[in-house]
Nanobody, 127 residues
Framework: QVQLVESGGGSVQPGGSLRLSCVAS????????MAWFRQAPGKEREAVAR????????YYAGSVQVRFTISQDKSKNTLYLRMDSLGPEDTGVYYC????????????????????WGQGTPVTVSS
C-alpha cells in the first residue's frame, strides 16, 4: 500500500501562485507514475499533469500548459505542482495519484490507471 498526503492548497487572487505538495509513504517502490488531477465544483475529475519518475518526462493538460510545472524530489518521496497565473477556472480540489502500471505514464493520464489517491487539497481562485 501507498499513502499520499497533499498540502499547499488555499485561497489566492487571480494571477497568483501556489505550490502543492504530495508526500508518499509506504511501499513507494510499487509505483511508477505520479500525477495531479483536479475536480472543479459540479464537474468531472480531470488530469492536470503527470510525471514519469524514471526520466522526469511530463505531460500537461492543454489548459495548464506553460502555467503549471510538475516536479518531484525522489529523496523526499514528494511530488510538487507549481501553479502560476492562476485564474478562477483553476478552482477545485487537487488530488495526487500514483500508479503501479507503467502504461499510466504514456499518453494522457486516465483516472482508472491510477491505484492510489490522496485526500485532496482545495484551491480557490477568487478576487
Amino acid at each position: 500500500q501507498v499513502q499520499l498526503v497533499e498540502s499547499g492548497g488555499g485561497s489566492v487572487q487571480p494571477g497568483g501562485s501556489l505550490r502543492l505538495s504530495c508526500v508518499a509513504s509506504g511501499n513507494t517502490d510499487d509505483t511508477v507514475c505520479m500525477a495531479w488531477f483536479r475536480q472543479a465544483p459540479g464537474k468531472e475529475r480531470e488530469a492536470v499533469a503527470r510525471i514519469r519518475p524514471s526520466d522526469d518526462v511530463a505531460y500537461y493538460a492543454g489548459s495548464v500548459q506553460v502555467r503549471f510545472t510538475i516536479s518531484q524530489d525522489k529523496s523526499k518521496n514528494t511530488l510538487y505542482l507549481r501553479m502560476d497565473s492562476l485564474g478562477p477556472e483553476d478552482t477545485g480540489v487537487y488530488y495526487c495519484a500514483a500508479a503501479r502500471s507503467v502504461s499510466a505514464c504514456f499518453g494522457a493520464p486516465f483516472q482508472n490507471e491510477f491505484d492510489y489517491w490522496g485526500q485532496g487539497t482545495p484551491v480557490t481562485v477568487s478576487s
